[in-house]
């Protein structure tokens, strides 16, 4: 069964610090990882990754892929209030069939002014 | 264009009663997907419809649920009888046709938080 770990589960820092957000997995047939951004309501597309050692970009955020070691990181700089949300981590299912989404618990950031 | 959209946003029910969720996909997504998340855990797939016909039910806890795609528009995800681990919220989300390598980018909806007391 696919398993999917983050942490921290919860994170307070304050605005302008950079943090760095984890994801571990096990997976029998790798295709790709990915990170959401969940606000209010519906989880937001952020990342894709499926190869290591190369960067994703996009604004302040960052992710990276350790295909050898099973993890990925998030980094967020110069963090404003906005950034607050919860931060999931999911693998698409690696059997043949589906693209069902296994996820990690996530982790909570909350920015304080 | 209209993102996924769920229906109700909230609804309580008391541990027996029956309750129907709704998703409305992206216009033109073949694939439909019903997630859930109960409190303190992950967010778990319970199945996958490509149109009308379910790809993967694999994710779903028991036979007191069941899921429906007719036209292959829509789907309705039936709880009956409810019971109190029933209670979450309850995710949809849709992509496009094709299933690529790598990844399909599925759109998520708001969800529908159920309450099961």
Known sequence: EDKVVQSPL???????????????????????????????????????????????????????????????????????????????????????????????????????? | EAGVTQFPSHSVIEKGQTVT??????????????????????????????KESKQDESGMPNNRFLAERTGGTYSTLKVQPAELEDSGVYFCASSQGKRRLLYNEQFFGPGTRLTVL
Not at chain 1, 10 to 24: A, F, K, M, Q, R
Not at chain 1, 49 to 54: A, D, E, R, V
Not at chain 2, 30 to 35: E, S
Request: hydrophobic content about 35%.
């Open chain 2, 21 to 50: 969720l709704r998703c409305d996909p992206i216009s033109g997504h073949d694939n439909l997907y019903w997630y859930r998340r109960v409190m303190g855990k992950e967010i778990k797939f319970l199945l996958h419809f490509v």
């Open chain 1, 10 to 113: 919860s994170l307070v820092v304050h605005e302008g610090d950079t943090v760095t957000l984890n994801c571990s997995y096990e997976v029998t047939n790798f295709r790709s990882l990915l990170w959401y951004k969940q606000e209010k309501k519906a989880p937001t597309f952020l990342f894709m990754l499926t190869s290591s050692g190369i960067e994703k970009k996009s604004g302040r955020l960052s992710s990276i892929l350790d295909k050898k070691e099973l993890f990925s990181i998030l980094n967020i700089t110069a963090t404003q209030t906005g950034d607050s949300a919860v931060y999931l981590c999911a693998v698409p299912d690696s059997g043949g069939g589906a693209d069902g989404l296994t996820f990690g618990k996530g982790t909570h950031l909350i920015i304080q002014p």
